[in-house]
């Protein structure tokens, strides 16, 4: 903003110069045309017409050479000396008309003035004294080879007078128009200001944000909508092309604006979006304003207190639950060594037994739930760290559970509680291996540590060659008690995302060809003052 600012005085003054050299040209060629065509009867009040047509040719002439070198000339310097020889040149023509009665000492009035707006203080009131002496002086020489009028003297003094007037004037004008450009130049650097943080404000909202016209094109759309929306060109677009759903639920508004509108899908990425519409009532084309709430934070927000409810009623009445629970499970095992029972019954018990264990995790995940340790991160190098925890997955794993480790080049500092990080991992892992079992004989899992190039921030990609998740069940990965497995209690990506969020990481799943992959970004490793 200073330098346009510096830029836009200049450009002012450019042409305040170029005003005074037109100025000064055009008195120049006026009293040529006046001297040549003998029209300067009236302009003449002595004998001194050669020295007066001499004067005037010399006047045009000196400033059509002053038009050439000092065309563009920012100098203070040059720009007194250019107002000096004005005034000079003037006196002398004041002096050769015959003086005031010339009228040209109105000449050096303007002349005062215009160069005033180019010369500032002292040095504007400096021309304009050298400009009253020399109406002054010139007048009371004039006075000694013929007498004058007092009328005269007095118009002498009074040109003078407005010369210091003129002078005040400008400069008092030239001061009032700086302050207003300046409060002017303020409050635009105020408002570009405040549009960038707007935009800022705009572009870093969760909720996304479109801006419609009345054809339904996009005039406007933050980074969440097109995020939310699966496309990263939006603006410029027909809204049609992208989401049918939400032009439908647009018309229904417009055909009732008090209906809420229905939630709609996004195919690509599987996420839930509740729309909301406002008429941009002062916009010329009619404009929609278009909210976009993800739905599946609204839904997170209340599956937390719902668990954190399940986690108080279940550390209260875990003693009464898992007394019995055990009771059961002991007398399965104990009836399961008797001699007498077939295999069916044999059957029978171990699915007791089976029923009763994933009873406990249940309680016990739900338990770790409430009575959640409070993380602790410390600053942890992420490359020998890994390497440390897949030598000791490896030694427990089985023949047919393998484990891949790649590590790219890069820093990969962190803030995060490698305990919480231990159960993260280890909960993936074990995920990831169940899933490759699925189709194949032995289980694989590639862990991938690189260093992302837009963010800088280390990325573990945690990946199987398993069946996939679907887009449906994606949309549910990391809710409470959702699992694809028999087996599963459907709290572990749930804990494992939390546990991640409590560490300033994020865990997100990435679909991808031939199996599943979950990703987790972790944080800037410098901590939070």
Wanted: one cysteine or more; charged letters at 20%.
């Amino acid at each position: 903003m200073v330098a346009e600012a510096a830029n836009a005085d200049q450009k002012q003054a450019q042409r305040l110069l170029r005003l005074y050299h037109l100025y000064r040209l055009s008195v120049g060629i006026t009293l040529v045309l006046l001297i040549s065509s003998n029209m300067d009867n009236r302009l003449l009040t002595s004998a001194n017409d050669d020295l007066l047509r001499g004067g005037s040719w010399l006047y045009l002439i000196i400033n059509m050479l002053l038009v050439v070198f000092l065309e563009n000339t920012r100098r203070p310097a040059q720009l007194f000396t250019l107002a000096l020889v004005d005034v000079l040149l003037l006196c002398g023509l004041f002096y050769a008309a015959g003086g005031v009665a010339s009228a040209l000492g109105n000449l050096l009035v303007v002349s005062v003035a215009i160069s005033n707006t180019l010369l500032r203080r002292r040095i504007g009131l400096l021309i304009a004294a050298i400009a009253a002496i020399g109406i002054v002086g010139l007048s009371f020489l004039l006075g000694l080879s013929r007498p004058l009028s007092a009328n005269a003297y007095l118009q002498a003094g009074t040109l003078g007078a407005l010369c210091f007037a003129a002078s005040l004037l400008v400069q008092g004008l030239i001061r009032r128009l700086e302050v207003s450009e300046t409060l002017a130049e303020q409050r635009a650097s105020e408002v570009v200001s405040l549009e960038a943080l707007n935009a800022l404000i705009l572009q870093r909202m969760r909720t996304g944000i479109l801006v419609l016209d009345e054809q339904r094109r996009v005039q406007l759309a933050n980074h969440s909508a097109q995020s939310l929306l699966g496309h990263s060109h939006l603006q410029g677009h027909m809204i049609d092309e992208y989401s049918p759903a939400l032009v439908e639920r647009l018309q229904l508004w417009r055909n009732n604006p008090t209906l809420r509108p229905q939630s709609l899908k996004i195919p690509g990425n599987g996420l839930e979006l509740q729309p909301s519409f406002i008429a941009l009532e002062q916009s010329p084309n009619q404009q929609t304003l278009v909210f976009l709430e993800d739905l599946a934070q609204i839904t997170q927000q209340a599956q937390q207190l719902k668990l954190a409810a399940l986690g108080r009623l279940t550390a209260g009445i875990s003693h009464e639950i898992r007394n019995p629970l055990g009771a059961i499970s002991h007398a399965a095992q104990l009836l399961a060594e008797s001699e007498e029972l077939d295999s069916a019954d044999r059957r029978l018990t171990q699915i007791i037994q089976d029923h009763s264990q994933r009873m406990n995790r249940v309680i016990e995940n739900v338990l770790q739930l409430s009575r959640r340790q409070q993380s602790a991160p410390q600053r942890l190098d992420l490359k020998p760290w890994l390497e440390d925890f897949v030598g000791e997955i490896r030694e427990q794993a089985n023949e047919r559970q393998h484990i891949h480790l790649r590590i790219n080049s890069g820093d990969f500092t962190t803030l995060m509680d490698p305990n919480q990080l231990r159960q993260i991992l280890d909960n993936l892992i074990r995920n990831a291996w169940r899933h490759s079992a699925q189709l194949h004989e032995q289980a694989d899992v590639w862990l991938a540590l690189f260093v992302d190039p837009e963010s800088q921030l280390a990325v573990l990609e945690v990946q199987d060659n398993g069946p996939g998740v679907s887009a449906d069940e994606q949309a549910h990965l990391f809710e409470p008690f959702f699992t694809t497995s028999s087996q599963g209690t459907g709290l572990g990506l749930y804990l494992s995302r939390e546990l991640c969020e409590s560490n300033q990481a994020r865990l997100d799943f990435k679909s991808r060809q031939g199996g599943g992959c979950f990703c987790i970004t972790f944080a800037h490793g410098r901590k939070q003052s």
